[in-house]
């Protein structure tokens, strides 16, 4: 699901996807556990030019980071990554 405003050409990064807050693609993003929080944040930093490239903001990246540990308890770029692409398809999103 698109939010509303201005839209982002598909594919401006090499992963194509859309620059969206999870809960836009319908992903909830609960507070995370304290213990968490080194991990996320060095995943965050490990993803974070690919989301860049693909016009995510700072905010948008840190919800997706968010939403992605708490279901998992660690992870690789690209697993991120394809989580993110699982979550956006089934909105309707055309890849």
């Known amino acids: 699901m698109a939010g509303s405003g201005p839209e982002q050409s598909p594919g401006r990064g090499d992963d194509g996807l859309?620059?969206?807050?999870?809960?836009?693609?319908?992903?909830?993003?609960?507070?995370?556990?304290?213990?968490?929080?080194?991990?996320?944040?060095?995943?965050?930093?490990?993803?974070r030019g690919r989301l860049e490239a693909d016009g995510f903001s700072d905010d948008q990246i840190l919800r997706w980071i968010e939403a992605?540990?708490?279901?998992?308890?660690?992870?690789?770029p690209d697993a991120v990554i394809?989580?993110?692409r699982e979550r956006?398809?089934?909105a309707g999103r055309d890849q």
């Open 82 to 84: 394809a989580w993110i």
């Open 18 to 47: 859309a620059p969206e807050f999870p809960q836009e693609a319908g992903v909830e993003v609960p507070k995370l556990p304290i213990e968490k929080v080194e991990s996320e944040r060095l995943l965050e930093n490990e993803v």
């Open 88 to 90: 956006e398809r089934p």
């Open 68 to 76: 992605y540990f708490a279901e998992h308890d660690e992870g690789e």
